[in-house]
């Protein structure tokens, strides 16, 4: 009975502090500033951006191509693509395009091993590409709903079946995944977005939570939670005054100094935070009504 006790003791030390030193890391991850933080070198690594034809994929690009990577960048606007390779060209940087439909799983799966005959492994990978409708439910026709989950959903299941081997075999490499808060708190009028936004945070958060099982920290995560971005794919929504619109280079500046600083999360305003603790111990009721109609305002 004692030596039970005593594990058990033990048991709660143990984790106590690894709470305690949880939460002292966390703090000094967000309060000091960023240019302190390590930060790794992706000179001459191999970055496969998906959505890489315009908004944030494009601007990720470019900073990437500035910091010294290899670029492979994936989207089915193939002109808009090869734009974006010109503009990265310029820098110097080694580029490579692929026109692929992120919702066509053959499709991925021809591309990425194409990718690896040219370039090996990939070192990053970066699940950009999304749509979204911004209806209200019973407004959402069925076949764009499974359009939606395709790109949204089934395209990070597949990139990480193409890309996750060559990081595990190596210990190596990062996964980057833009989601959104509508991920974290589901938004009124973007039912069919805030599903695919919630699966992808839970995917990488349970693909995350598995290469730890397995022994593999060398691998990265980061999931990235802005609030609306101004870009093309929101323009048709009504979105409140109130609500946080993000500059497009905001928002790629930070994705890639998360990447760098091998950042889990990253939620964009800073304010957003709150968020991520509020939902846990505020009452249901409380918490609903501080984000009701936040978000999208019915049309």
């Not at 580029?95 to 066509?104: E, K, L």
């Not at 280079?249 to 964009?268: C, F, G, I, P, S």
């Amino acid at each position: 009975m004692s030596s039970e006790v005593g594990g058990s003791v033990g048991f709660f030390f143990q984790t106590l502090w690894f709470v305690l030193y949880s939460i002292v890391v966390a703090v000094a991850r967000n309060v000091l500033p960023v240019n302190l933080l390590p930060k790794k070198d992706v000179s001459g690594r191999v970055v496969l951006i998906t959505g890489a034809g315009n908004g944030i994929g494009r601007l990720l690009a470019q900073r990437f191509a500035v910091l010294g990577a290899k670029l492979v960048l994936w989207d089915v606007n193939e002109k808009g693509n090869k734009e974006t390779a010109d503009m990265c060209k310029s820098t110097g940087a080694e580029v490579a395009t692929w026109t692929v439909d992120i919702s066509d799983r053959e499709a991925i799966y021809v591309a990425a091993k194409e990718v690896k005959e040219k370039f090996g492994d990939i070192d990053v990978l970066v699940n950009n590409a999304g749509i979204l409708y911004g209806k209200l439910f019973l407004d959402t026709a069925d076949d764009a709903m499974s359009k939606l989950i395709d790109i949204n959903v089934k395209g990070h299941f597949w990139t990480l079946k193409s890309f996750l081997p060559g990081m595990i075999q190596r210990n190596e490499g990062h996964v980057v995944s833009l989601c959104s808060l509508a991920g974290f708190v589901g938004a009124a009028g973007l039912v069919d977005y805030s599903t695919s936004k919630f699966a992808a945070i839970g995917l990488m958060e349970a693909i995350s939570n598995e290469l730890a099982v397995i022994g593999k920290t060398g691998i990265k995560t980061t999931i990235v939670c802005p609030t609306f971005v101004q870009t093309q794919m929101i323009k048709s929504l009504n979105l409140p005054q109130r609500l946080d619109k993000l500059h497009p280079d905001y928002v790629a500046d930070k994705v890639v100094e998360a990447t760098l600083t091998n950042q889990r999360w990253l939620m964009m305003p800073k304010k957003m935070y709150w968020l991520y603790y509020a939902k846990g111990f505020l009452p249901t009721n409380v918490f609903n009504s501080i984000v009701l109609h936040k978000f999208v305002e019915p049309q």
